[in-house]
């Protein structure tokens, strides 16, 4: 909880400061940088082990992103850019959310993405299927694989993902990513699309089918009788 505290703070102080909210200031994005980087190191000094077992030299991450944190041009740039550095520190204990996007709410799928952990690589597929809405998609089965979002096969969508995704483990990041697949997550919404949520599937007899899915409102959507979100 402190921890989401601090993020929500930091952003809303650059709110503050900020006179024109859309457009962040060059020296409030370097000022901002700079105090980030210090303060995360400062805190990260008492992490050596993790840092050395997951092999993690943030001074050396932070300076690949310094570029793009100073060039981002509007507040959903920053809150992206924050986002980056925060997850570089692979703590899954780490969360921010859009609170300064009073437009956003989130919503759900009518089903439901799981994760196999196979030997050689994670197989995303469908968990649950909502009550009421198998008619409404009728090729669709629990088990069938996720195989592809809008134009992006789901290898490229976990690499990408990655940097959005606050995840200690190559496996503790699929299984948040599953869940978040699910929803309209706006951390993803850089890597998706969420205006045309177009999902391809396999079968178990290697044939695809595509469905362009909707949103729904948490209360919209039960699983055998229970809401899930």
């Known amino acids: 909880m402190k921890k989401n505290i601090f993020w929500f703070l930091i952003l809303i102080s ?8 859309s457009k962040p200031d060059d020296n409030i994005n370097e000022t901002l940088y700079n105090y980030l980087t210090s303060t995360i190191l400062e805190r990260e000094a008492f992490s050596p082990i993790k840092n050395e077992q997951l092999n993690i030299n ?5 300076a690949k992103h310094k570029t793009s944190f100073l060039q981002a041009k509007t507040d959903e740039d920053l809150y992206f850019e924050i986002l980056k550095l925060s997850n570089l520190r692979r703590d899954s204990h780490l969360k921010m959310k859009p609170l300064f996007l009073e437009s956003y709410k989130k919503k759900v799928l009518p089903i439901k993405i799981g994760v196999v952990f196979d030997a050689k690589k994670p197989i995303f ?5 909502a009550n009421d809405y198998a008619n409404e998609y009728p090729n669709l089965n629990v088990g069938d694989e996720l195989i592809k979002i809008g134009n992006t096969n789901i290898e490229k969508v976990i690499a990408e993902t990655k940097k959005y995704i606050p995840s200690s483990t190559n496996n503790n990041h699929f299984l948040r990513l599953a869940k978040a697949l699910s929803t309209n997550d706006f951390n993803l919404s850089r890597v998706i699309d969420y205006n045309k949520p177009l999902f391809t599937f396999k ?4 044939s695809t089918y595509t469905y362009a899915f909707s949103y729904k409102k948490r209360d919209e ?9």
């Open 14 to 21: 650059l709110l503050g400061c900020n006179s024109n909210k």
């Open 58 to 62: 943030l001074k050396k991450e932070f």
């Open 125 to 129: 597929v469908v968990e649950q299927i």
């Open 203 to 206: 079968t178990p007899k290697k």
């Open 221 to 229: 959507v039960l699983f055998n009788n229970v809401e899930k979100y």
